[in-house]
């Protein structure tokens, strides 16, 4: 299918104009060709009129027109391109107790310096999305290839109060699951990275998270950000948030996955090392003015020879 700029798609109206103008023309020199009432001696000091062919060059040239025209509108095409749609989820814990400076600068910004830094070093094939999570989980970033809009989110982040670590896996799965079109009955190889201190407070339970990662055959590797003796002041008060590393690995085992801590993140590799491959397409508008204005120009070459092949000049 072929797409117009609808902006310039007002010079085609040009087209039936030059013609009618074409059509007026002959109809005055047929006019004026009747004035002669001797056509006897008319035909012996006119040339011998060339017929259909003084029509043929005319034909062409506003052919070439309407393709010139055509290409000035920058016509597009749709174009079915190939992409891997192995697929990659970064969920990252914004709760409150990330606030914690135990893990310098604090958890938090640990934890987005190693969401950036793993989603930096993806291999160009995977298709990345963002996932944030405190009192419930909301995707910030679809799955995409497109790195830079990925990074640019973490980068919106802002705390808030409870963790739902369980909701985060569930929208992760969705985000997997709606990838494109064929995703409900086919969905992407895929893995979940979520970066939390731990501890699931509010939404659907770890278990229920587990359920269903496996149910999805989707691995969830965790990485555990804090230590035993975090604290976060909250409304005044000094509150104790110790990091939970038993439930992140409870997580990350039951699925398949990998759990880690801040210190060894960088080990993430493992993490997208035995993902498949699973070919899709993405649909993709391509420029094809230079299709047309290349036919245009053929159609002048045709006009031209005609012109100069049977009347010794050019239209």
């Known amino acids: ?167 985060a896996v569930f929208t992760s799965l969705q985000a997997i699951r709606t990838f494109d079109t064929q995703a409900a009955h086919d969905p992407p190889p895929a893995h979940i990275v979520l970066l939390s201190d731990g501890d699931n407070t509010t939404g659907r339970s770890v278990q229920e998270a587990i359920d269903a990662s496996r149910a999805a055959h989707v691995p969830v590797s965790t990485i555990a950000f804090g230590t035993p003796y975090g604290t976060v002041d909250i409304e005044g008060e000094t509150t104790s948030v110790s990091v939970n590393k038993e439930a992140l690995k409870t997580l990350a085992t039951s699925t398949q996955g990998k759990a880690y801590e801040a210190a060894d993140a960088g080990q993430l590799r493992d993490v997208y090392a035995n993902i498949g491959s699973s070919l899709g397409f993405k649909t993709e508008h391509r420029d094809v003015a230079a299709r047309y204005t290349g036919i245009a120009l053929l159609f002048a070459l045709a ?3 005609a012109s100069l092949v049977w009347f010794s000049r050019l239209p």
């Open 1 to 167: 299918m072929t797409f117009l700029s609808p902006d310039r798609l007002w010079l085609l109206a040009l087209a039936p104009i030059l013609a009618g103008l074409y059509v007026v023309l002959q109809m005055r020199r047929r006019n004026y060709a009747v004035r002669f009432t001797n056509l006897a001696l008319l035909s012996q000091v006119a040339p011998k009129r060339p017929g259909w062919r003084r029509h043929v060059a005319a034909a062409l040239f506003l052919i070439m027109i309407v393709l010139m025209m055509i290409g000035f509108a920058r016509p597009a095409s749709s174009v079915k391109v190939p992409r891997d749609r192995a697929t990659i989820m970064v969920a990252v814990d914004v709760s409150l107790s990330m606030m914690a400076q135990d893990v310098p600068p604090n958890r938090m910004e640990a934890a987005k310096a190693a969401a950036k830094k793993f989603i930096r070093e993806l291999p160009s094939r995977f298709n990345v999305g963002v996932v944030s999570f405190a009192g419930n989980a909301n995707l910030i970033a679809a799955p995409s290839a497109d790195r830079d809009t990925a990074i640019a989110s973490l980068d919106q982040l802002s705390l808030a109060k409870r963790t739902a670590i369980g909701e």
């Open 303 to 305: 006009a031209g020879g």
